[in-house]
């Protein structure tokens, strides 16, 4: 299952206890409820009908459902600007932001292959980062795992947006991973991840640090060598 349907799913688990932690696993110490106070808020639908990102792309279908039923949840993930708006970072800019001016320098050579980024719960150390690239066969963008915890590391962790709010929700039953890459091998989703490795990561799952040897960083700036991406377990 992808797109609507299945986040109408996590839309109907969500109403039955929207006070619930999204990030169960984070309890006592961060509480991260689906909807704060219990009572969603969702876009306004003349609004969410013309909604498209600053740089004209569509919303994701899945995205589009959310938002149907609420805005508080990423709202709190700086998503929005004052006037409801949204509010895209670069990916360099998120890495800044979330851990510290001194680790997006390295980053700073994607800034113009993910200029559209948006922070979404989960994680510990890591974060988990929307990326809006080009969309997949269901319409969809990847979602990224950053991870700083032993090398700066960047990887696809979700083939959209669908996908990723289902398995946080416990809906589906992905097994334990590995690597934040490992649905790369997913029967359902795998090949969803393959199209995003090409767009992202010239066709590997992910980078890591030195990133002058990826493959994406040959496509960026040709003359630089070449190695095979690597996982990453997650955490």
């Known amino acids: 299952m992808h797109g609507v349907p299945l986040t ?22 961060v509480n991260v409820p689906w909807v704060e106070g219990g009572e969603a808020r969702p876009m306004p639908e003349e609004v969410l009908a013309k909604a498209v990102f600053p740089s004209g792309r569509p919303l994701p279908p ?10 508080s949840l990423l ?24 851990m510290g001016d001194f680790w997006a320098e390295p980053f700073a050579w994607l800034s113009g292959h993910f200029p559209e980024c948006f922070v979404l719960p989960g994680g510990s150390d890591s974060r988990r980062i929307l990326a809006v690239t080009e969309p997949d066969e269901e319409g969809e963008y990847p979602v990224l795992a950053l991870d700083l915890d032993d090398m700066p590391y960047l990887g696809i962790m979700y083939p959209g947006f669908d996908v990723y709010l289902a398995d946080t ?7 334990e991973r590995q690597t934040y890459t490992d649905l790369i091998d997913h029967a359902t989703y795998g090949p969803r991840m393959r199209r995003h490795a ?26 630089q060598g070449q190695v095979a991406g690597r996982g990453r377990a997650s955490r």
């Open 8 to 29: 109408e799913q996590v839309v109907e688990a969500v109403r039955r206890d929207p006070g619930a932690s999204a990030l169960p696993h984070l309890l006592p110490y």
């Open 62 to 71: 899945s995205l589009r459902s959310w938002l149907a039923y609420d805005t």
């Open 75 to 98: 709202e709190r993930y700086g998503w929005f600007t004052p006037d409801g708006g949204f509010a895209p970072r670069s990916i360099d800019q998120v890495v800044g932001d979330e």
């Open 169 to 175: 929700a416990g809906l589906l039953e992905l097994g």
């Open 198 to 223: 090409v767009q992202c990561f010239a066709g590997e799952t992910c980078v890591e640090y030195p990133f002058e040897f990826a493959p994406v960083y040959e496509q960026l700036h040709p003359g």
